[in-house]
T-cell receptor
Framework: SQQGEEDPQALSIQEGENATMNCSYKTSINNLQWYRQNSGRGLVHLILIRSNEREKHSGRLRVTLDTSKKSSSLLITASRAADTASYFCATPPRGGYQKVTFGTGTKLQVIP | NAGVTQTPKFQVLKTGQSMTLQCAQDMNHEYMSWYRQDPGMGLRLIHYSVGAGITDQGEVPNGYNVSRSTTEDFPLRLLSAAPSQTSVYFC??????????????FGEGSRLTVL
C-alpha cells in the first residue's frame, strides 16, 4: 500500500502566488523527499528532510515536517509558469528504506 | 554522465508476448528499482535491488521478473504481457544503503501498450 498521500490532487494558481501542497504518511520514516515530474518526463529530486528536522529551505522551496502528525508540506514561493508540474512525496520507511513509495501527487498549474 | 538510461522509450505488445525493459546507470549506484505509473495511481514499486545478485519484491511484482547480474544494469522482464500492464515504467537508482540518504535518480520512462 502507498505510504504517502498528497493533498490537494490539483492546484491552479496565478504566476507570482505561493503554492502549498501537503503530504501525509502512515509509518515512521527516516526521511521524507519531494520530487517534481514535468509532463512526460521522469521524476526529479527537489529536497530531502530528515526525520529529526522540522523545516528546510532550498531556493524558493520550503519544506516542513511534523512527525507527530505524520505530515509534511511543500511551499513554492513566487511561483513561475515553469513550476507547472506534478509534485510527489516519497517516504522511505524506517527500517525498510529500500521500499521507497510515492503518493499519487499534486498536479500544479501556474497560469502566466 | 548519462545518469539512468531506459530503453525502449515506447513499445507496443500483443497480449501474451514477452519483452524486457532495459535500465542502465553509470553512477555506480547500489540501489535500483522499477516503478509503474498509471493515471490516478501515482508510482507503484514493482521490484528493487540493493546490489548485484540481490533483488526483492515491491508493491506490485506479479507478472514481472528482474535480475541484477551487474551493478550497472537492472532489466525488467514481462513474461506474458497483459493489457493490465499497459503503463509507463520508470527505473530509478540511488547511491547506497545508508539511512537519511537515498535521493532517487529517475530515467525518462518507457511507455508500454499491451493490446
Amino acid at each position: 500500500s502507498q505510504q504517502g498521500e498528497e493533498d490537494p490532487q490539483a492546484l491552479s494558481i496565478q504566476e507570482g502566488e505561493n503554492a502549498t501542497m501537503n503530504c501525509s504518511y502512515k509509518t515512521s520514516i527516516n526521511n521524507l523527499q519531494w520530487y517534481r515530474q514535468n509532463s512526460g518526463r521522469g521524476l526529479v529530486h527537489l529536497i530531502l528532510i530528515r526525520s529529526n528536522e522540522r523545516e528546510k529551505h532550498s531556493g524558493r522551496l520550503r519544506v516542513t515536517l511534523d512527525t507527530s502528525k505524520k505530515s509534511s508540506s511543500l511551499l513554492i514561493t513566487a511561483s513561475r509558469a515553469a513550476d507547472t508540474a506534478s509534485y510527489f512525496c516519497a517516504t522511505p520507511p524506517r527500517g525498510g528504506y529500500q521500499k521507497v513509495t510515492f503518493g499519487t501527487g499534486t498536479k500544479l498549474q501556474v497560469i502566466p | 554522465n548519462a545518469g539512468v538510461t531506459q530503453t525502449p522509450k515506447f513499445q507496443v505488445l500483443k497480449t501474451g508476448q514477452s519483452m524486457t525493459l532495459q535500465c542502465a546507470q553509470d553512477m555506480n549506484h547500489e540501489y535500483m528499482s522499477w516503478y509503474r505509473q498509471d493515471p490516478g495511481m501515482g508510482l507503484r514499486l514493482i521490484h528493487y535491488s540493493v546490489g548485484a545478485g540481490i533483488t526483492d519484491q515491491g508493491e506490485v511484482p506479479n507478472g514481472y521478473n528482474v535480475s541484477r547480474s551487474t551493478t550497472e544494469d537492472f532489466p525488467l522482464r514481462l513474461l506474458s504481457a497483459a493489457p493490465s500492464q499497459t503503463s509507463v515504467y520508470f527505473c530509478a537508482s540511488s547511491r547506497g544503503r545508508e539511512p537519511n540518504t537515498g535521493e532517487l535518480f529517475f530515467g525518462e520512462g518507457s511507455r508500454l501498450t499491451v493490446l
